[in-house]
């Protein structure tokens, strides 16, 4: 069965830094493009960041996060990494790993109805 567990989530200051990690079981890892999305409360669930499959060579964020937030991956490790810095108390949200696997439609990485899986979800909250 497949697994995403996010951990690294926590309670930090504005200004400072977290890193997500999200590690895949019973996956292919490679075919996955990966993403990581965020709902607050109240809020739909927004994209943040996404990286494609493979060996990761294209990225993408969300306005919002540009230059402030990294994703890389481990395809060894088979987990997906988000590098927080600079962190706003508008970054608080439930953090939701997802995986979608290569081909078939075209990707829209900003579209959360085109992963296949989701993790549990890991709670960052950024204090003022």
């Known amino acids: 069965q497949v697994q995403l567990v996010e951990s690294g989530g926590g309670l930090v200051q504005a200004g400072g830094s977290l890193r997500l990690s999200c590690a895949a079981s019973e996956l292919p890892f490679l075919k996955y493009a990966m993403a990581w999305f965020r709902q607050a409360p109240g809020k739909d669930r927004d994209f943040v960041a996404a990286?494609?499959?493979?060996?990761?060579?294209?990225?993408y964020y969300a306005d919002s996060v540009k230059g402030r937030f990294t994703i890389s991956r481990d395809n060894a490790k088979k987990t997906v990494f988000l590098q927080m810095n600079m962190l706003k108390p508008e970054d608080t949200a439930v953090y939701y790993c997802a995986a979608r696997l290569e081909g078939g439609t075209s990707w829209n990485f900003d579209n959360r109805f085109q992963y296949h899986y989701w993790g549990q979800g890991t709670q960052v909250t950024v204090s003022p």
């Open positions: 990286i494609s499959w493979g060996g990761g060579d294209t990225t």
